[in-house]
């Protein structure tokens, strides 16, 4: 190895980034975030090359911040070889150059703020970010200097990045020359403003690290309450096992809210409020490419689970903070924390259900509505019953019995046969049924009374039931914004050492932060939700997270360590190779290439392909869908539109596996080419193959050919002897087992060498 660590010096000569651009200073700090975030170092550390003296801390650590300034004193101490960061994933760079942006702007506008000297060196940088602000500003926010107009200077204060939101908002309103409308309207400029300055100078710096986008989006967001706590204190990076770094860019106020003017308990008027779940709305690539949306969290919180949702035609992608690291994943496992969806079970199945249950339950007030219910109405019927026999009382006629009753009659018989014994008188009486009807009234009284409080107990148990239902109303309205904002259909996955792959063919790769969508022709919508997890189900506040995101499209196999792209480079009707494929810029990928290629556990994936007619897609060229074939050109051979389609390229993918690529394509005029071997002859008749699809074939087995001869060659150059053996043999037995496929068939390459 001591030979490849010679050679990668020596390449560091010719081998670097278009410098000139970036400062010293700007050069050395982009040194210390690659170094110091995990994520971007295990991706393009190593192609930042210090070759000055270790500065290390008394824990054995390297002094990021001695070496910072080493660089700056002597630049040539830094080698950035952009020709190997530009094949690293777009999202990386994007990470690498926000990192840096917001760096930038942070000294920006903390000089500004500061009053001092320092302010010279970032001026002509504060007064581009003046310039966008005041243009976004309303009226009432600005102010006339002499013959110019201004920011009013309390307006001003307003965008210095120590502030919490619900600092700016205090500070607003004690602007009484601002409605609460305008305070809303002066926030979402700063916002704006933010973003714009940060898209803009961190594709500037995307550019300078060799990334190429024809779409591009930077977007700083953060969720919560605006209060300023945990997460968003926490203004480092982790790494992956938990730790916080140091020395990265400060993000107080650098991270934008969605605003909206809010009524709240014991406020007369609508206030500002944030967002707890934020939404973001954006397009796909479409022309064939594909979209990828890189993910960065800061301000994480290790007791809540940060949560991101992409959702786009109804499906959703959900990505989730580990419990350990700030990383996302499709894995909703967090253990010792709080987790959006603990939240909604919490509110759909505790407190809603514990409502419900108090009003539909087994002794819920259903139940006691029901019983009063009954007795009420049973009351009813008996004073119904008792008022008509009262009344059937009252209609009956008064009698008067004259007939004296028997006791009477015996009492005057017995007189009579007493000597002595004088009469027994008798008054007839009258009949009223003067008790009965007492009784009956005070019957009637009280059922009238037992009546009124069952009806009493139905109106109360009613009232309650539906207190309770306008509660669990927008309690549902609460939980139905929790459920829409994580999304009906969520999008199953499978995954494969860190790389998630959903039911429609998108992606996300855990160790890049990436997510892809497919290549498709149109543009379509789709929408990034962040949300901020609340204290309570019901609570307004919420713990800050914040996040930026960039998207850009994509072309196929960018990430490529060996991208070798041949354009007509075959003379007409023949596959002969004569120029050297590999180049002295292909070196680095090369050395890469073996690395990888020694580690026997690393599988070696050869795809090689004869297409045949090719056509343009917009971006690339691939295998002809309707496979016509034109007798001539309709011009000359050299038209673009022809050329371009006699094509051949290799690609190197090294990620989780070594995916050796080889395609050729010819153009569609018909080829003169004739065969007189017969078992080619055969071939073409049993599978319908064209002259074109052989002569693509026979293209591609010679390019496998030259490119095995000459990796035989620079591993002996490159590698000690041991290590060239390993290589060169397992390269030797892979590529000489290999099959070309063509159309509908395939034939090994020896074979196909046989053939020819």
Known sequence: ???????????????????????????????????????????????????????????????????????????????????????????????????????????????????????????????????????????????????????????????????????????????RFLTPNEQLLVLNAISKTINDYVEQRSRSIFTLLGGEATTYRNVLVAAGDGSGTAGLLEEREKDEKGRWNRGLPKAVGLFPYQLVMKPLPNEKEPVIQPLKITETNWLTAGGNRSTAVHFDVWGYNSKKQTTVVIEKNGLSYHLF??????????????????????????????????????????????????????????TEMKIEKNEYGYSEMNRSSIVTKKKAPRSVRKARKKAAKTPGGGPVTYQPRTVSNRKQKRAAEQSIVELYGIYEGHKRKVAELQKEKQTLIDQIALMELKLNSYKQAMGYKWAAYTVNDGLYTFEDSSTFDMYTQDFQFPPGLDTIPFEVRLIAIPDKPLSESADEVMMHMQLVDTKPNYTARVQLKLTDQFASDTWELTNSLLQENDSVAVLQFFEVLKDKKVPLILISRGNGVGEWDGIRVMRSRNRTELPSYPNNSEDSLFKRLRFSEVNINLDRSIQLEINSYTD????????????????????????????????????AEKLRSEFNVLAGRYLDRETAKIVIDRLNKEMGAAKISIGPTSIKLSELNKLK
């Open 1 to 175: 190895m001591c030979r490849l660590v010679v050679f990668l010096l020596f390449l560091s000569s010719f081998i670097g980034i278009s410098q000139e651009q970036l400062t010293a200073e700007e050069r050395a700090y982009l040194f210390h975030i690659v170094k110091k975030s995990p994520i971007l170092n295990t991706s393009i550390g190593r192609y930042f090359d210090y070759k000055g003296p270790e500065v290390r801390l008394p824990n054995k650590d390297l002094n990021y911040d001695s070496v910072e300034l080493l660089i700056i004193n002597k630049p040539e101490l830094l080698i950035i070889r952009t020709n190997e960061i530009a094949k690293s994933s777009k999202g990386i760079l994007g990470e690498a150059a926000n990192k840096m942006a917001i760096w930038e702007l942070n000294k920006t506008l903390v000089a500004k703020h500061s009053n001092d000297k320092s302010l010279e060196a970032f001026l002509y940088k504060y007064e581009n970010f003046k310039k966008s602000l005041l243009e976004k500003l309303p009226t009432s926010a600005l102010k006339q200097n002499g013959e110019l107009i201004d920011i009013h200077p309390k307006v001003e204060q307003l965008s210095n990045p120590s502030l919490t939101l619900n600092e700016k908002i205090a500070q607003l309103e004690t602007m």
């Open 668 to 703: 569609p005029v018909r080829s003169n080419l004739t065969f007189s071997n017969p078992e080619i002859s055969e071939l073409m008749k049993r599978y319908q193959l064209t002259s074109n699809d052989l002569l693509s074939a026979l293209r591609t087995a010679s390019i």
């Open 321 to 378: 903070g580990s419990g350990e690291t700030r990383f996302l994943t499709p894995d909703s496992s967090f253990v010792d924390g709080g987790t959006f969806q603990s939240v909604i079970n919490e509110l759909e199945f505790k407190i809603i259900g514990r409502l419900e249950d108090k009003i539909y339950g087994k002794r819920g007030l259903d139940y006691w509505i029901e019983f009063y219910s009954q007795e009420r109405d049973e």
